[in-house]
């Protein structure tokens, strides 16, 4: 059974900090991972996509990747109150595109002004 | 970014009768859409998979005769919810992908209720 496991949070920051989301794997085959935010009453918006290990930036965002631990994670700088929200991290099972995303259970964020 | 629309955005109808929602990717060629449905407070969960031209495979427990799925080009699927009941009642999300991308884009949502 191929499983992503988030802690459910919420996780909650104050405005301006850095939000570390983490997320763990169990698929060492795994190959692409993404990072979905999702407000509530709204469909998951991608935000951040990272295939190799590493970090990669964009914006106030940085996914981290580490395929040796199995997990990849989220920070999120100068923290808003506008980026509360469920984050969702999900994979790929292998290296075929068009293949389903396996989901976690997703981090829900709060951002206090 | 990859946009996808879905239409209606939320539809009520009576238990009995059909609904079909249609999930359209705006800007490039989607060779694979998938379907969720989502419950209040729960997780994303995969209805089915769909590739142009081809049958969807639905995930254990979908029934393929309710929810029917088709993939007719690369810019549309849609989704017929048949003799719908009130526990049909969920958040219906499509997400799409195109031939040599990983990333999947999804659609705003539709919004049924069954009465």
């Known amino acids: 059974q191929k499983e992503v496991e988030q802690n459910s949070g919420p996780l909650s920051v104050p405005e301006g900090a850095i939000a570390s989301l983490n997320c763990t794997y169990s698929d060492r085959g795994s190959q692409s991972f993404f990072w979905y935010r999702q407000y509530s009453g709204k469909s998951p918006e991608l935000i951040m996509f990272?295939?190799?290990?590493g970090d990669k930036e964009d914006g106030r965002f940085t996914a981290q990747l580490n395929k040796a631990s199995q997990y990849v994670s989220l920070l999120i700088r100068d923290s808003q109150p506008s980026d509360s929200a469920t984050y969702l991290c999900?994979?790929?099972?292998?290296?075929?595109?068009?293949?389903?995303?396996?989901f976690g259970k997703g981090t829900t964020l709060s951002v206090s002004s | 970014g990859a946009v996808v629309s879905q239409h209606p955005s939320w539809v009520i109808c009576k238990s009995g009768t059909s609904v079909k929602i249609e999930c359209r990717s705006l800007?490039?060629?989607?060779?694979?859409m998938f379907w969720y449905r989502q419950f209040p407070k729960q997780s994303l969960m995969l209805m089915a998979t769909s590739n142009e031209g081809s049958k969807a495979t639905y995930e254990q427990g979908v029934e393929k005769d309710k929810f029917l799925i088709n993939h007719a080009s690369l810019t549309l699927s849609t989704l017929t919810v048949t003799s719908a009941h009130p526990e049909d009642s969920s958040f219906y999300i499509c997400?799409?992908?195109?031939?040599?991308?990983?990333?999947?884009?999804f659609g705003p949502g539709t919004r049924l209720t069954v009465t």
């Open positions: 999900a994979l790929t099972p292998g290296k075929e595109a068009g293949t389903a995303l396996i």
């Open positions: 997400s799409a992908s195109g031939s040599f991308s990983y990333e999947q884009y």
């Open positions: 990272i295939y190799s290990n």
């Open positions: 800007d490039f060629q989607a060779t694979t």
